[in-house]
Structures are given as C-alpha cells and as structure tokens.
C-alpha cells in the first residue's frame, strides 16, 4: 500500500481536470436544462488557442512567461466559440422541445472536431505542447511535475472565484433566479439572455484553462481530445448533481479517484484479478455512477427538483 | 420524468456520436498520369490517412504513390497506367471493411496495400477474399493473419489465400527483442503492458514467452485503454514495480505519453516496444523521457540498404510533404509486387489483361520474386514475407527526424 499517496494525487489531478470541465455542463444544465455536447470541443479547441499563442510567441520564450498569454489565448477561443454557439445554435431553439438543441450540439460537436481536423495545421496527428520547466518535485512518496501544480493549484482557485461571483455579485445572483425559474425571472427584470451567455462564457473559459492544464500535463493536444475527456466531464456532472457547481468538482474528483483506484487495486481483490487495470478503469467509473444514481438519483450534492416539464 | 428520459436519450445519442466519428473517414483520391493511355490498372491503398496514426498511414500512401509513377514513367508493363485510390481507415476495424468494400467494387482495381493495424487487416481479409482481390500489407505483423489462430499451437493453416505481407510477424518480432535486451542489454524485471488489440497483445506475449524462457522475470502486467492518455495510475505502479524494462505492445499514440509519464513518475526503466512505436511521432511525444527508449522493427533500416538509396532519392524528388516513416519501403515493395504479378499476368495473355485478372493475379503472386527497397521481395506458402530480418533502434535524440538509432540488426534465431 505504499504506492497509495501517489495513487490518490494521480486521482486527484485527473479528477480536478475533468471536474474543470463539468462545471460548463453543470452551470448551462443548471439554467437552461442544455446537456451542451459541444462543451468537450470547447475545451479541446481551448487547447489550440493556446497552442497558436505559443506558436506565435518568438521561439525561446520561456513557457512561465508565456503561460498567462496562453491561458488568454485558450479562454479567449473557448469562450468565442461557446458565445458564437449559444447565440447561433442553441438560442434559435431555446422554445423548442428538449432534443432539438441536443442534437445540434452534438452536430456542432462534431463540426468544431472536423474543422480543427482539417483547418489546424498539422492537427491530423498530435501536436506537442510545450511543457512547464523544471524537475519533478517529491513530497514525501508522492512524485509531482510543474504541470501538476499548476492543475491542483488552478482548480481550486477557480471554484472559489466561481463561487464568489454566483453568490456575491449582480449578474451571479441573477443566474440563480433564472435556473429556478426564467419566467419569473424575467418578470422581475433580469435580463436572461445575459444570463444564459454568461453561463456559457464562465463554463467555456474553465475549459479553456483546463485544456492549457491538460497540454502542460500531457505535452500534447488532439482534435479527438475533447470528446472522452468531454464525456467523462459529463459523468462527473451527472455525479455529482447536475446543476449544482460545487457538485461538478466533487463528482470530477470522485471520478479521477475511482479511475485511478480501480486501476492501481481492483487487480488485487481476490477473484478479480481479470476485472482489474487501466483498461477496466471506465468500467469502474461507470458502475460507480450507476451505484450512485441508484441510491441518489440527484446526484451526490444535487437537490431532489420538483420536474418542470 | 422528463429528465430521465432526457438523460436515456443523450446517452443513446452520445453512442451514436462515438460511431460517427470512428467512421468520419474521408477518400483522398489521388489521380496519378493518365499519360500512357491504354488500360488503368487501380492499386488501392488503405491506412489511417487522419488520426493518430496518420504519420504512418501517409508514408504508406506516398510509397505506393511513388512505386506506381515510377511503373508509369518506365512503361513497367506494356498499355498499362497504374492509378492509385487511397482510402482512410483512420485504424478502426469498420472503416477498414467499407473501405475493402469500395475497393472490391471497382472493378479496375487488382491489388490493396495495406492495412497499417492488424486488427484491421482481419477485418478485410474475407472481403478481399471473397472476391479474390490481392492484398500485401505493408505492416501487419500479427501472425494469425497468415498461419491461423493455432499457429502457437504447431498447427498452422492460411485462412485466406488473397492475403500478402512484406512485413515480417510478431511470432519473432517480440522474442527477437527478447533475446536482445535479456542478452545484450542486460535486462532482468519485465513489467509488460499492452493495449489489447491484436497487434498490441499478441507481441506482447510472444516477447514475455521468450523472456521468461531466457531466464527473465517479469513483475507486473497490466492492460492500458487506448482511448486515454493518462496513465498515472498505471506509471506508479510500474514505479513501483522496480523494473528494469518496460515492454509496451501497442503504437506511439499511447507509448509516447506512457513513456513520459511513467518517467515522470521516477521509474528509470526504458520502454521498449515493436515496430508501432518506431515513428518520429513516438519522439515527439515522449520527449526528452523517451531519449533511451528502444523499438524494433521489421527488416534492417532502410538508410542502410544500397537498393533503398534510389527510393529515398526518389522519395525525395517527388516532393512528398510526409516522410516515408517506417512502412515506406515495405510500402513501395508491396505495390511493386503486385506491379511484377500484374506485369506477369499481362505477359502471360498476349499484353492484354484477361478477363479474370484479380484471381490470375493472387497466383502471380506466389512466384514474385525480385530486389526491392528492403532486400529480397518473395512470399512463402502462407503469404509471408521470406524476408525475416529485423533490427533493434534506440531513441538517442529529441529530434523527430533522426532521434531513431539503429544499434543491431539481424534475423531472429529461435530458441524453439
């Protein structure tokens, strides 16, 4: 059991990322019922904003300096791209029946990938992306990089300010009387459109940061990235309570510690040693989701909503 | 209600998505010279043109390209213009069906090249069988696809007679790596990983076979998911696992990441793995951890060869935009295979191509015999290559283009 601290930073690290991203699920579900398929393209076309930042950057810059031109670059594209979908995808469909915007952001999905596929230079295959300098950094058995303490220091960060600005400020306030209820909100003079592209901005420019976490971890992007990570970003919403931000980053965490759990010691239960390893670590996952769905059906922090449909 | 439903319904569309992009393949027809006039003979091309095998897929794409303007500019065969059509399989088994699909269809193709993947080959080999088109793979290194399932278990038997490689097979692909890292690398504690494909699996068990037989010891095992790219959990364990050699079955993709990650982690062992790591991408993505890593791959390498030197001039002057990787040679030597058995087929029926070419051709094939770019191109009774050299490489540099050293080549010597 040695190997334990080291398993649960690795948990923890693959959980805050995917927790980044399903705070974008979470806020647009949470206000306009949207699951928001594009949100995994979002993220990964965060990543080439990024990477066209650095490129553009003159060779031998170094990646600290670079690193907040990066994130501008990432959020900035990120959050285009969302704001451009909602006004021209999902808006035009806003009355429509349920499966109307789900299937366009599904097609839009597809589309962001293809149009990185075949317009990103040399986006056929991986890119590398530059890494943090310096070595590795030891704490006790646990073994980090530069880019992990980027991730386990941004995650947090960005959930407190998240959470200052929903409670705290106008327009956050704003977003919690629309996710009980538009209409009224309406009424009393909230500007909801506001309302909506906020949402979608904020979860857009998590994304963002989370795909400059990813490069740094990794040392690469793809065009496909977005839809895995994308989805598991989704399980972690549905985890930890749709709607619920706090909820996205426990469920996230959730997710990163069973993957990471099931890989290092299911193989070590007795008779199941066929059932265990990285292979069977989505397996896992999801069972753990369905577990948690059967017992709570709301999710881990979600509230138990009177249906409005 | 509603909402359940809602979420029943994203998760039935989201598997309909997955699909879609798997098959989200793409033809990338390439009109060779129509120059010489008289009849066009098709050699379809499938490998994965996007994706993340791309790098390999497109050197395979241009060697047969330029294996079939040079049969052109030489008049090769007599009122025959070679075309190729290439078709993108992005490595997903599906893909490579429909596209075998197409290529049967058209009736001016006599001959396929490709695929990269075996997990795709098998998906192909019966549709090209059935309709008795010719197929030399440039890659494939799985050895059921030429001697059956049973081939480890002494019975050997060709499932499909349509069905040609240049490359040679992982039965010595996995114990001449080994022989050489037991032997000559000193190397004692295996932890062996795999993605569970066939390619990936199946060399990752004839190496761990002739390992232990060496005397090694292998002290862990684990099977990694190749749609991901974190592999934390499973670097730890191999940390842990005290190791001195990493095999890795499987392709750069995830070998790339899991080398860096697992280096990241503190374990100092190399990776090693067969010929689906030894590509400039595998560089790239593992970085300055991948420096020490080893790969081996089929026949000596082709800078070294005196017949390679005109087909790496050539490549050149063709201007091709991707390098030639490590299937280019096999590549040409595959579509000029078939070039040599069409040419036979052609000389045999008065310079006219008969009737029932395709299967006149498979015949043709068993007597090619000639010097191409990896030494001497002919096949044994089941379709392999008679060719079963292999080379170990070292990664020496960062560089993408030459980080790639050969440090041995030879042919595998069985212990069995």
């Given amino acids: ?309 | 209600m509603r909402q359940r439903s809602l979420i029943a319904i994203t998760a039935a569309l989201t598997a309909g998505a997955l699909t879609l992009t798997a098959c989200g393949s793409r033809d990338d027809k390439d009109d060779g010279d129509e120059a010489g006039g008289g009849t066009t003979v098709v050699i379809g091309v499938d490998a994965p043109l996007t994706g993340e095998l791309s790098a390999l897929g497109l050197g395979i794409r241009n060697s047969v390209d330029l294996a079939t303007k040079q049969a052109n500019e030489k008049k090769y065969v007599d009122g025959v213009t070679f075309k190729i059509e290439a078709l993108d399989d992005q490595g997903q088994p599906s893909s490579g069906q429909t596209n075998a699909t197409k290529l049967v269809a058209d009736k001016d193709v006599l001959g396929a090249v490709g695929p990269l993947n075996s997990s795709v080959a098998e998906s192909m080999q019966k549709v090209f069988d059935d309709a008795k088109l010719v197929q030399v793979s440039p890659a494939n290194t799985n050895p059921a696809l030429t001697q059956g399932p049973d081939w480890n278990g002494g019975k050997k038997e060709r499932p499909y007679k349509s069905y040609f490689r240049t490359a040679t097979t992982d039965a010595i692909q996995g114990p001449f790596a080994a022989q050489y890292l037991y032997n000559k690398a000193k190397k004692k504690k295996v932890f062996v990983v795999d993605d569970k494909k066939t390619y990936g699996a199946g060399l990752a068990a004839t190496f761990k076979d002739e390992f232990t037989k060496l005397g090694g010891k292998v002290v862990g095992t684990e099977h990694i998911n190749p749609d991901t790219k974190d592999f934390g959990a499973v670097a730890t364990k191999i940390r842990n696992s005290d190791a001195d050699l990493v095999y890795y079955g499987g392709e750069y993709p995830q070998a790339g990441p899991l080398s860096k990650q697992m280096k990241q982690a503190g374990s100092k062992a190399p990776l090693v793995g067969g010929d689906g790591i030894y590509s400039a991408d595998f560089i790239k993505l593992s970085g300055k951890q991948g420096v020490g890593d080893y790969a081996t791959s089929v026949g000596q390498p082709v800078e070294e060869l005196p017949s390679a030197k005109e087909f790496i001039a050539n490549y050149k002057k063709a201007g091709f935009k991707e390098a030639y990787e490590a299937y280019g040679g096999y590549s040409y030597d595959s579509a000029w295979a078939i070039i040599e058995a069409v040419k036979k087929v052609v000389d045999d029926n008065d310079g006219k191509l008969p009737d029932d070419a395709r299967a006149k051709v498979i015949d043709a094939m068993k007597d090619v015999s000639f010097d191409g770019v990896t030494g001497k191109v002919s096949f044994d009774e089941y379709g392999d290559a008679t060719n079963k050299q292999l080379t170990v490489y070292q990664v020496k540099t960062t560089d993408p283009k030459s980080g790639w050293k050969p440090v041995e080549s030879g042919t595998y010597t069985g212990t069995n």
């Fill in chain 1, 1 to 309: 059991m040695h190997e334990l601290p080291q398993q649960l930073v690795n948990g923890l690290l693959l959980g805050s990322m995917y927790g980044l991203i399903a705070i974008g699920y979470t806020m647009v579900y949470g206000i306009v019922q949207l699951i928001n398929f594009a949100h995994g393209e979002i993220f990964m076309t965060g990543g080439f904003g990024a990477l066209t930042v650095w490129l553009w950057l003159p060779a031998g810059t170094s990646v600290w300096a670079a690193l907040p031109l990066m994130l501008i670059g990432a959020i900035f594209v990120s959050t285009t791209i969302a704001i451009g979908a909602e006004r021209f995808a999902y808006r035009p469909l806003r009355g429509a029946p349920r499966l109307a915007p789900l299937i366009t952001a599904i097609g839009l999905s597809l589309a962001l990938q293809q149009a990185v596929w075949a317009w990103y230079p040399e986006a056929k295959s991986a890119r590398s992306f530059p890494e943090l300098p310096g070595g590795s950094i030891h704490i006790g058995s646990v073994t980090m990089q530069p880019g992990d303490i980027f991730l386990l220091i941004t995650a947090p960060i960005c959930m407190v300010a998240l959470g200052y600005f929903v409670m705290k400020t106008r327009i956050g306030r704003g977003m919690q009387a629309t996710a009980q209820d538009p209409d009224t909100a309406k009424l009393m003079g909230i500007n909801t459109d506001r309302v909506i592209v906020v949402a979608f901005a904020i979860g857009a420019a998590f994304a963002g940061i989370a795909a400059v976490a990813r490069g740094l971890k990794y040392g690469q992007i793809d065009f496909r990235m977005g839809f895995i990570l994308g989805l598991k970003a989704f399980t972690a919403a549905v985890l930890g309570g749709i709607g619920n931000i706090y909820g996205a980053m426990i469920g996230g965490v959730v997710l990163g510690l069973a993957e990471s759990m099931a890989t290092a010691y299911i193989n070590d239960v007795p008779g199941m040693d066929k059932l265990g390893g990285q292979s069977w670590a989505d397996v896992w996952a999801f069972v753990l989701l369905i577990v948690v769905l059967l017992v709570r059906p709301q999710g881990l922090l979600g509230e138990r909503v009177a249906d409005r449909a």
